[in-house]
């Protein structure tokens, strides 16, 4: 079945997590089609923030003809209400009126209708849905700073979730070899899934701890460890990577770890690097593939590159 989705900014973002859980996305400004089998997957959403049973799409040209034409009585059975957006030189109460002739006891309500046509303006286009949910993740409520344990490197919530959406993971288990406090963990948790981290500093590595347990997420396969030295078979990599103000130091450990993870990599790694890092060079000379890279700013002094990566 085919959706049509309105989308938070940024795009890139919401494009790139859609692409990693339904494969094919088409999106033009601030909405998206998708097609899938499985709508339970648009709960996971971050920055998609509502879902439409997609009906169809015209231009101008055609936009009054097809509101005649279409069966409108085969999917609206109670009232219902149509809501505009974006400039298109009609009126809600025009188009709206239209689809009223269309129906034999027709009723309309606009402050809590069983049936809304949103009806999405973009360009010379005319895209027709009927709303199904909105979507709300209340990211607000685990910013970092509500944390037993914080630290200021901490990515959103909202990042991080969309993050876990890239590596397209269905089941199994989210790994994060760089978990900090836990950011990345705690929202693949909530999903559902399996959390697994490890991080050379112990502190982190207690505070990641207390965090999963304050969301009840078992914390149980968090371990001290240098992640560059491991050798075990990682399906799902998702991490954002440490950076401090030693820049070649910094180099190195990203050299290291792109290097080290040519052998663990099973399935796909989806990885922040700040953006100084010039880590599309590292991650060519070591033989991936490129699925995807966004750029993120966080604020004037850096901005991040994320990058979707597998075995070629």
């Not at 899938?36 to 971050?46: E, G, S, W």
């Not at 169809?56 to 219902?80: A, P, R, V």
């Not at 099973?266 to 070591?286: C, D, E, M």
Request: aromatic residues 12%; positive net charge.
């Amino acid at each position: 079945m085919k959706y049509l989705l309105t989308l938070s900014q940024d795009y890139r973002i919401a494009e790139a997590e859609l692409y990693g859980l339904f494969g094919r996305v088409s999106r033009t400004s601030g909405i998206a089609f998708v097609t899938t089998k499985n709508p339970k997957l648009f709960d996971r959403l971050a920055y998609a923030r509502e879902v439409y049973s997609y009906l169809f799409s015209t231009d101008k040209l055609g936009l009054l003809d097809k509101i005649k034409e279409y069966k409108w009585k085969q999917i609206i059975k109670k009232d219902f209400c149509v809501r505009i957006y974006g400039e298109g030189g009609y009126s809600e109460r025009e188009l709206g009126g239209m689809i009223y002739d269309s129906l034999p006891r027709p009723k309309v309500n606009l402050k809590n209708p069983e049936t809304l046509i949103g009806i999405f303006v973009i360009g010379t286009k005319y895209h027709f849905g009927i709303m199904i949910k909105q979507l709300q993740q209340n990211f607000e409520t685990r910013r970092a700073h509500l944390r037993p344990v914080l630290h200021p490197s901490s990515l959103s919530p909202k990042l991080a979730r969309a993050m876990v959406n890239m590596s397209g993971i269905k089941s199994g288990t989210v790994i994060d070899p760089f978990c900090g406090i836990g950011g990345i963990l705690i929202e693949a948790g909530l999903m559902g899934f399996q959390v697994k981290g490890h991080d050379i500093d112990e502190k982190m590595v207690d505070g990641c701890k207390k965090n999963l347990f304050y969301y009840n997420i078992n914390p149980k396969s968090i371990t001290l460890a240098d992640s560059i030295k491991i050798k075990e078979r990682w399906d799902y990599i998702v991490t954002d990577l440490p950076y401090g103000k030693n820049t070649r130091k910094d180099s190195r450990l990203y050299l290291d770890f792109i290097v080290s993870l040519k052998k663990n990599l099973g399935a796909k790694a989806v990885i922040g690097f700040p953006k100084s890092a010039k880590a599309k060079t590292l991650i060519s000379k070591a033989g991936f593939l490129i699925e995807r890279k966004i750029n993120y700013y966080i604020h004037k002094s850096l901005s991040k590159e994320v990058f979707v990566i597998l075995i070629p």
